[in-house]
């Protein structure tokens, strides 16, 4: 009786990651299709739209390097942009290097090239390190496997995908990682971490250039630091009686 409940609890939560993967990657389609519209509409010839996604699998880069090739920047800028868009991705490594571990040379390799933002909000979402790793790669996959696909769809079909933005569905994937991330919300050190790395990452975006209002977003992670016993205990001492 046991075992037939612990697996229909396992089904279950399979079941819900998968529809949580499949919702995600629908909302990353659609993105993917307007990347495409809009580098075929700018002069990208669609064989290099479709490579580019393939290769890089980084939507912010892309549309970051279309724009950016487009208007005329150097392609040293395009790609010091591109390195400065993903710094984020050092934290990321750092954080889910457990992850890859069992996957071998080759499987660590291709492994960090799922590494998304969506596919981390999936394997941080879970605590036991096997669902991790099923996570990570159910949403790696998953996404990868829509990305390229999607972008060249949507080279095809050119202006009639229209702006993402329009409709709203550019918020689809922020809500989406944030339904993701909200669980871990339970202890003070990470609402403190994330509390101060939204304020920096809000005030600066008007200021800075893409990607480093979330790269400085980081010195959030300052406000988890233990407070020493000795300080607390100082604190008080000073405290009037």
Known sequence: MRSL???AKVSGGESSLLAAVASMGFALAVIGASLGAIAVSRGV???LATLMAAL???GGSELMAVGMATSGAAPLAVVLGGVLL????LPYGLALGNV???SGPLGRLF???LLVDEAVAFALAESDPHRQRRAYWAAGLTLYGVWAPS???GGLIGNGVGDPRALGLDAALPAGLLALVLPSLRDRPTLRAVALGSVVAVVLTPLLAEGLPVLLALLGTLAALPISRGARRGTREEEPA
């Open 151 to 153: 972008v060249f769809v």
């Open 86 to 89: 993903n710094a984020r991705h």
């Open 5 to 7: 409940k612990r697996t």
């Open 45 to 47: 010839p669609l064989w």
């Open 56 to 58: 890089v699998f980084a």
């Open 100 to 102: 890859l571990e069992a």
């Open 111 to 113: 492994g960090s090239h």
